[in-house]
C-alpha cells in the first residue's frame, strides 16, 4: 500500500491567507524554516495506478499539480483518481469537490450524514449526476473503493463543521459527522483520522497493531490560538485533541502498538511547524513524525 | 488606478486537473512554451494599499501567496484585500470565498441575483454573519467598494452558472446573472468582463474610452473544444464569444477605443495560451494582450 500525503495543513493552510502570527510569516519569508503546507488530504493506492483520494481539500489543484502520480496518465481526460472519501464536512475536507468535475467519472463515498449536508449545497451539481456517483457508506461495513483496497469507517469524537454549528451542537460526541478510516490493502493497514476530539479506550482499540496512523496535529496545546493571540477557540472547541497536555494524543497512543505515527492537519499556531524548534524534538523523541505536503509511506 | 491579473485562465485552470490535452501537457511539462495560469480572478487598487477582489476563483489561496502585494501587512490577521466584486456565479468565481473566512471582516458585493444564488448554498456561511457583509447592487448604479474607487455593474449577453442549469435556462439574455464591471478611479477608467456571449451595440458604447479592457478570452473559436476532441459544448452553449470568427470579439471590438486590450478567463484548449504560436501572433498582431497570471497594468 503507498500513501502520499497531498496536504498536511490544517483549514486555512499555510500560511493562512490572513495570517501573519510567526509561523505563517516565516512560511513565506523563511520557507526552509517553516515549509509551507496545504491542505489535509491523502491519497492512497494497492498499485500505485488507482487512487484513492481522501478528503478534497481546497487547494486539490495545487495538490494534484505538484505529485506527477496524480496527473492524467491516458487519453484526452483521465484522472488516477478512481475515488474520494469524506471523513467529515468541514470545508478544508470538501471545498476540493468543487474543482473534481468537468465531466470525470468517479464515485464519492462518505457517511449519510456527511453527504446529505454536502448534497444540501445545490453548488456541489458541479459533480454531474450520472459521471460522479455519491454513495453512502455505513460505519462499521468494509467497502472496496479501489479493487483490492479496503475501507471501515468508524465514528471518532468530533463536531458538526463550522458551517453547520448551532446552538444545538456538541463537542465530543461520537456520530456520523466525524470519522475515521482504516485502511486495508496487500496485508497491510492504515489508520487515517485527521480530525478527532479526544482519545477513548474504543479508538485505541480500533488501531492498535496498524502499520501506520496517520492523526489530527492541529494543536500542540489546546490553547495554542489563544497563546499566540490569534483566536478564542480552544482545541477542544475546535473538535481536535492536542498532542501535549492533559490527555494529549502523544501520551493516549503511547502504549498502543503503531507502526508508524505522523501527524497531519497540522494548524499554523502549532509550533512542531518550525523545522529545528524544541517543539518538534519533542514530538519526535516520542516517535512521531510531523507530516509534510509530498511525504509518502510505502506500507 | 493598479490593476494585478491574479489569475487568467477559465474555469478548471491550467493545466485542468483531468485534462491532457497538447497545451495542459505542455503547461505541464514545458512552462516556458505554455505558462501554467491559476483559475480567473483580478485584484484593482486606487492606492496600492487597499484593494478590491474581483471574483474570487478556487485558487485564490495560491494566488495570494503568489502575489506579495494581497499578504497581510500588519498585526496578526489582516488582509489588504477589503472588498470582494462577483461577476457571475460560476465556480471559479465563488469557489475562493470558502477560503476568504477566518475571521477576516471584508464586504461581498453582486447583484441580487447572484448573491441570492451564493446565499441559498449554506456552505458559504463560512463567511460568518457579522463578519462578512453582503451587499446587493442594482445595474447600472455606481458604488463605492473602496474609498476613491467606484465601480458600476452592467449586464452582458450570458447564462446562469453550469450548477443552475436546468431547461429554462436561456443562452445570450442580459439579466443579473453575468455582469460587466466598469471601474473608474483618480480619473481612469477600466472595463472587466470576464464572460460575454455576444458583443452588442449597447457593450460597445459602455466600454468606448477606457483606459483598458480586460475581457472573455474563452475561446478562440466557437468550436474550440470540439476542434481539440475533450467536448462537445461550443463557446455560445458556455456563455462565451469567441476571440475570432463570425461575431469575434477582436473583429467585433475593433473600431472601438480602447486604451489597452486585455484577454483573460482563457480556456485550457485556447491556441493562443502557446507561446509562439501563430495564433498568439494573430491576436497580438491585432493589439490585444493574452493576459497571464501575474500581469500588472498601472492606468
Known amino acids: 500500500m503507498r500513501v ?36 489535509s488530504s ?36 483521465h484522472s488516477p483518481i478512481r475515488s474520494v472519501l469524506l471523513t467529515n464536512g468541514d470545508v ?10 468537468e465531466g470525470q467519472p468517479y464515485t464519492l463515498y462518505a457517511t449519510r450524514g456527511i453527504l446529505d449536508s454536502v448534497n ?22 468494509r467497502f472496496e473503493p479501489l479493487p483490492g483496497l479496503s475501507v471501515t469507517l468508524f465514528p471518532v469524537p468530533g ?14 460526541a461520537e456520530t456520523e459527522t466525524t470519522v475515521g478510516a482504516l485502511i486495508e490493502a496487500n496485508g497491510r493497514r492504515l489508520a487515517y483520522i485527521p480530525g478527532c476530539a479526544r482519545v477513548t479506550d474504543g479508538l485505541r482499540d480500533r488501531i492498535a497493531g496498524v502499520d501506520a496512523l496517520l492523526f489530527d496535529g492541529t494543536v500542540l496545546h489546546d490553547d495554542d490560538m489563544i497563546r499566540v493571540g490569534v483566536g478564542t477557540k480552544t482545541g477542544w472547541r475546535m473538535g481536535h485533541v492536542p498532542m501535549r497536555g492533559a490527555n494529549g494524543s502523544i501520551d493516549a497512543l503511547a502504549g498502543t502498538a503503531i507502526g508508524r ?16 524548534s524544541p517543539e518538534r524534538a519533542d514530538v519526535e523523541a516520542a516517535g512521531w513524525t510531523v507530516g509534510h505536503d509530498g511525504l509518502s509511506l510505502a506500507l
Chains 1, 2 share one sequence.
Open 4 to 39: 502520499v500525503i497531498l496536504g498536511s495543513a490544517a483549514g486555512g493552510g499555510l500560511p493562512q491567507w490572513n495570517c501573519r502570527c510567526p509561523i505563517c510569516a516565516m512560511a513565506r519569508s523563511e520557507p526552509d524554516r517553516v515549509r509551507p503546507r496545504t491542505q
Open 42 to 77: 491523502i491519497a492512497v493506492s494497492a498499485n500505485e495506478t488507482d487512487w484513492l483520494l481522501i478528503n478534497a481539500s481546497p487547494d486539490i489543484r495545487q495538490q494534484l499539480f505538484d505529485n506527477p502520480q496524480m496527473h492524467p496518465q491516458e487519453g484526452l481526460r
Open 92 to 101: 478544508d475536507h470538501v471545498a476540493g469537490l468543487l474543482t473534481l468535475r
Open 120 to 141: 444540501a449545497n445545490r453548488v456541489f451539481d458541479v459533480m454531474a449526476e450520472g459521471v460522479v456517483a455519491r454513495q453512502a457508506v455505513a460505519m462499521d461495513r
Open 159 to 172: 463536531k458538526v463543521p463550522l458551517w453547520l454549528e448551532d446552538e444545538t451542537m456538541e463537542i465530543g
Open 261 to 276: 505515527r505522523v501527524f497531519v492537519h497540522i494548524n499554523n499556531t502549532n509550533p512542531v511547524l518550525v523545522e529545528g
